[in-house]
């Protein structure tokens, strides 16, 4: 396990599909994990209202299983950040910043990025 001083994070998200910059997140999970990496109580979960629902691919919805009658009424990835950013503070109050875990972060990371 990585030795740092910026909590370690485990970050998931599930998408409208496979293309980043096209798809779209819609749903994030995170929990704060300690440094020997078993997770602590410090969780983060949110379904995202899509802003192009019609980009939604049959194949997404078959990994995730998440419709869009789901989302209709959660909040938009605007909505979304600033409870983030202020999840994140919480989680790290020093540097306010966190290493990122993934099990397919190089996929989630194009996504979080756009």
């Known amino acids: 396990m990585a030795n740092t001083e910026n909590p370690l994070v485990s970050i998931d998200v599930e ?63 605007h909505d979304i950040i600033p409870e983030i950013e202020l999840w994140i503070k919480s989680v790290s109050p020093d540097t306010k910043q966190i290493t990122p875990l993934g099990q397919n972060y190089m996929f989630d990371q194009g996504f979080i990025q756009n």
């Open 15 to 77: 998408t409208t599909g496979l293309t980043a910059g096209y798809h779209e997140i819609i749903e994030i999970a995170m929990i704060k994990l300690w440094g020997d990496g078993t997770p602590t109580n410090d969780l983060f979960h949110s379904f995202i209202k899509p802003h192009y629902p019609e980009r939604m691919s049959e194949d997404s919805f078959d990994v995730h299983h998440i419709d869009l009658d789901t989302l209709k009424n959660c909040p938009t990835s």
